[in-house]
């Protein structure tokens, strides 16, 4: 967040106004935010837009609140429709007030949610009553800096007092941090993951935040395991978590949903991660399938309800790290990140530094390309016998660092 965006700010440290970055500036969101005033309704682009905004990050989607109810938010989406432009309203989320506003032309999709108040809530699930006052949504939401409203010319509403909190970097409950948890408990989550992505280091955890969750940790274990995992995918992925992991860890929270598991590896893995020489590549080899792996808990994937593809990345690498192929063998079995995401996992575990000699044995793994097709064992060789041979000569191979040639290959009793 840069200092020298003084017009964000008013003189007490409010913000007041995000001026007019591209995504507010948009045709599509100007002409659907209009349609809205002109009926005579409220509507703001509302939390994480506004948030990155000031944060100078990427705005990926743009979530609308308005006062308007849902069968009136269509009909106002609909009429937008000429015969040159053609506007669509779904309703994909109508339980929660949401229909989803298609701009024509591909030009976006944006989703409009009407404003609401919790009547009830289990922990899970809230019972919602639509609302035309703008505070009673404002504070159903989560943490003061996902609480913004800016209409479409860049005014900013704060109505939590989140100003104070997204200029320090701090990230707190809304009200009382018991009762949000207690009306969804993946918030506890979530708090973690926004203390880790958006939060000051300097500072670190918002302790009434954190002594909430760790009273609450138990709630838990009634959020779905496809929700948890969908939480700590994007947790683990963030820059230098291993704090916030060993927050969760001394709070009870991370045995809560991984029992067993430690942060101990992983911050060893992201030192690692760290000293891994970028030169040629783009990006550190950060991987979410190890950085889990690394926690410890036997049965992770299927707790987190991990998808195929990062589940069998999980268990291979889990595996190799102690198995103790060499690097070249790694590098010729599974592609060169997969091999260095092995080695950071297996340095890790048994706390050896990084060792960047290997490398060049993973690049030469990953090239090699074995020289024994099936038929040039044929007929001598068939069926079963066939494959046999063809296994024996690739070990022997992949032994001798890929120097043996196809012709001393095929010369070998």
């Not at 200029?167 to 409950?173: D, E, G, L, N, T």
């Not at 989550?189 to 138990?218: H, K, P, V």
């Not at 991370?254 to 991660?273: F, H, K, Q, W, Y």
């Not at 990140?337 to 890790?348: F, G, K």
């Amino acid at each position: 967040m840069s200092d020298g965006k003084q017009s964000f700010w008013d003189a007490s440290g409010a913000l007041t106004n995000i001026g007019q970055p591209r995504w507010l500036v948009d045709e599509a969101l100007q002409t659907l935010m209009a349609a809205f005033e002109d009926q005579g309704h409220k509507i703001y682009a509302v939390g994480g837009c506004v948030r990155d905004t000031v944060l100078e990050r990427a705005v990926s989607d743009v979530d609308l609140s308005t006062d308007a109810l849902p069968d009136v938010t269509t009909e106002i989406v609909e009429q937008l429709t000429t015969r040159k432009t053609s506007w669509k309203a779904i309703p994909t989320g109508l339980e929660h007030g949401t229909i989803t506003a298609v701009a024509p032309n591909g030009a976006g999709t944006f989703e409009i949610t009407t404003f609401r108040k919790d009547i009830d809530t289990d922990g899970r699930h809230a019972t919602v009553a639509y609302s035309k006052d703008i505070v009673d949504d404002a504070m159903r939401r989560d943490f003061t800096i996902n609480a913004f409203y800016s209409d479409r010319r860049g005014k900013v509403h704060d109505l939590v007092g989140g100003s104070t909190d997204l200029k320090a970097r701090r990230v707190r409950f809304i009200g009382d941090p018991l009762k949000r948890i207690e009306e969804d408990y993946l918030r506890i989550l979530r708090f973690f993951r926004f203390t880790a992505s958006i939060g000051n280091r300097n500072e670190g955890i918002d302790a009434e935040g954190l002594s909430a969750c760790a009273q609450l940790a138990e709630g838990l274990e009634g959020v779905s395991r496809e929700r948890i995992g969908m939480e700590m995918t994007r947790l683990i992925a963030q820059f230098d978590v291993a704090p916030i992991i060993g927050s969760m860890e001394q709070s009870g929270v991370l045995n809560r949903i991984l029992p067993g598991a430690s942060v101990l590896t992983l911050a060893r893995l992201i030192d690692l991660e760290e000293t891994y020489p970028i030169e040629g590549r783009m990006l550190p080899p950060m991987d979410v399938p190890t950085r889990l792996a690394s926690l410890g808990c036997e049965d992770i994937a299927d707790r987190l309800r991990l998808s195929n593809v990062d589940a069998r990345k999980l268990n291979l690498v889990h595996a190799e790290a102690g198995l103790m192929k060499p690097p070249h063998e790694l590098g010729y079995l599974y592609g060169y990140w997969t091999a260095v995401h092995c080695l950071l996992l297996r340095w890790a575990s048994l706390m050896q530094p990084f060792d960047s000699s290997v490398l060049a044995d993973v690049t030469i793994g990953a090239n090699a390309e074995f020289p024994i097709k099936a038929q040039d064992l044929m007929p001598a060789f068939e069926g079963k016998a066939l494959g046999d041979r063809l296994k024996h000569l690739e070990t022997v191979w992949i032994r001798a660092r890929f120097e043996v040639s196809k012709a001393d290959l095929l010369a070998m009793p």
